[in-house]
């Protein structure tokens, strides 16, 4: 299976930045795609960014034009780059992994960590 840290969350004031991480580990050769999603307060999780192999990248609406999605083969790690964030990115990100077992499609998904947009 693959395993998932996620980190990088915390409190900024709008206009901000913020640059999460996502360590992957395990089958780490099974995975053919990765991808950031988020859940705020009583709201359903989302998709915000994603990036599959030959690094091809598709973001929600919301996303486009502040984050960015990029991946290093060499240390295992997803990146979401977030820049000029509202109030409305405060949710808990997850990373999502998906990958092959037994040339079965799954996904594996990090604990999630918390970012918070306010003054």
């Known amino acids: 299976q693959v395993q998932l840290v996620e980190s990088g969350g915390g409190l900024v004031q709008p206009g901000g930045s913020l640059r999460l991480s996502c360590v992957a580990s395990?089958?780490?050769?099974?995975?053919?795609?990765m991808a950031w999603y988020r859940q705020a307060p009583g709201q359903q999780r989302e998709l915000v960014a994603r990036?599959?192999?030959?690094?091809?990248?598709n973001y929600a609406d919301s996303a486009k034009g502040r984050f960015t999605i990029s991946r290093d083969n060499t240390k295992n790690t997803a990146y979401l780059a977030m820049n000029n964030l509202r109030p409305e990115d405060t949710a808990v990100y997850y990373c999502?992994?998906?990958?092959?077992?037994?040339?079965?499609?799954?996904?594996?998904w990090g604990q999630g960590t918390q970012v918070t947009v306010s003054s």
């Open positions: 999502n992994a998906e990958f092959r077992f037994l040339g079965v499609p799954r996904n594996s």
């Open positions: 395990g089958r780490i050769f099974s995975i053919y795609g």
């Open positions: 990036i599959g192999n030959g690094d091809s990248t």
